[in-house]
């Protein structure tokens, strides 16, 4: 860290442990990050077993305000590498193409949430409460600056451990303050995910599909399934045969298009959808 970085962090660093427990910890918690590195947009999300996003701290900028309390609330979350990444267990400092599947900034992901809110780089921390409750501490930026350079990530991960340690502190027992969430949503997109082109696809086509939804890239996808990438290759491409796409942002806007029908549980969004053969 930068003598400078090191002596604006010292300045804001006794603002976070005397507002620990207190209403102000988040937006101090905040000040103390940008002073080491500056960010102009910020949220803290927490993941709670129950299956809900819960967001403890909202400094999102403005032209990301529309895009995070619409599509990103409303299921989006549950497929970004942020939300994968904290439930699959790491934990530290993040850079968001460190842990992003592979071609991110072509997905329909990528451009139903950086593209269209100007979220130009991303990155930030994922923690642990004292429950052990993964928390995302998100820090972005917009064309107002410029993306992170390697030093002020350097930075960011030098404080990695301080940043755990305050979370923790703060909150011992988990989150019970300062929280909103909707554990119903979270149940639903997991039944509309179980159910997704099942009335067409095979049983390892449809694990192929739920993966690919989740974010993992091909070879993460023929990993887990002990096939090899050739095979979850031609996987991929019977799944786009049967489903009429042609690209992996077809088969996101088919899911997040079965999202928005009514669901009944058990029966494939998709029914109805194609003729019978």
Known sequence: MTDSATGRALQTLPRVIDSLGGDDFCAALLDFINSVTPFDSGVIMGYPESGELRVVHNALHAGDQSGFGGPYRDGLWLLSPLYLSAKAGVRGFFHIPDIAPDNFSDSHYYALYYSSNGVIDHCGFLVETGDGTPLAISLERTPALHRFRPA?????????????????????EGLTRGTSGDGGLHTQVEAVLEAFGSSRLTPRERDVVQRVLRGYPSKAVARELGISTQTEQVHRKNIYQKLGLSSHNELFSLFFDALAQPFCPGEDPLAGRYPTT
């Open 152 to 172: 002020e990530r350097r930075e960011l991960r030098g404080i990695a451990d301080t940043v755990a340690a305050l979370v923790r502190r703060n909150w011992s």
